[in-house]
C-alpha cells in the first residue's frame, strides 16, 4: 500500500490544527470575529479548491493560505474604511434638496399666496403674526411689546396661521 494513502488530507490537517490557524489569523486581522471569518473562509477554499492539492509540508501550506486570506481581509477591510463614515449620524444628515423649476414655480405661488392671505388681515393681525413666526418672539414678548392681553396675541396668531392654511396645498402637488 503507498505511503501517500495514508497521509491525512489537506482538509484533515487544517481541522487538526484549527486553533494554531486560528492564531496566525488574530494576529493578522487583529479581532477574533475577523480571524473566525478568514479561518472558514481559508478552510473553505483547501476543502473546495479546483483540484486536490498535495503539498510536501500540509500544516505549512494550510498557515500560508490563512495568512493569505488574513492579508486579503486587512487590505479590502483598509480599501472599504476609505469609503465608509462611520461617524455620520444619519439622523441629521441633511439630503440635498433637489430643486426642479415646477417646485420653484410652486414655492413662490404659494409666497405670493401666503404674502395676500396675510395683506387682507387687519394690520395688528399681521404683525402679530410677523413678530411671532419671522422675528421669533414668545406670545408673551408680543403681548408686553404690544400692551395687550396675551389672550388676544393668541387669537390673532390663530386668525393669522387660519387664513393661511389655505395656501398649504399648493405644495402638496409633489
Not at 483547501?46 to 500540509?58: F, L, M
Amino acid at each position: 500500500m503507498p505511503s501517500h494513502l495514508s497521509e491525512p488530507s489537506l482538509g484533515e490537517v487544517f481541522i487538526a490544527h484549527r486553533a494554531q490557524l486560528w492564531r496566525v489569523a488574530r494576529k493578522i486581522v487583529n479581532t477574533s470575529d475577523l480571524a473566525d471569518d478568514v479561518v472558514q473562509d481559508a478552510y473553505l477554499k483547501i476543502v473546495d479548491g479546483a483540484s486536490v492539492r498535495q503539498a510536501d509540508k500540509p500544516i505549512g501550506y494550510c498557515c500560508q493560505v490563512v495568512r493569505n486570506m488574513a492579508l486579503d481581509y486587512c487590505r479590502r477591510h483598509r480599501v472599504e474604511s476609505n469609503y465608509r463614515t462611520f461617524d455620520v449620524d444619519v439622523e441629521v444628515l441633511e439630503i440635498p434638496n433637489v430643486e426642479t423649476p415646477d417646485r420653484r414655480m410652486r414655492e413662490r405661488q404659494v409666497i405670493h399666496a401666503i404674502d395676500r392671505a396675510l395683506a387682507e388681515l387687519p394690520p395688528r393681525t399681521r404683525m402679530v403674526f410677523e413678530l411671532y413666526r419671522l422675528e421669533g418672539l414668545t406670545q408673551r414678548e408680543i403681548a408686553a411689546r404690544l400692551d395687550c392681553a396675551l389672550g388676544l396675541v393668541n387669537g390673532l396668531i390663530a386668525d393669522a396661521a387660519a387664513a393661511i392654511k389655505g395656501c398649504a396645498h399648493l405644495l402638496d402637488a409633489d
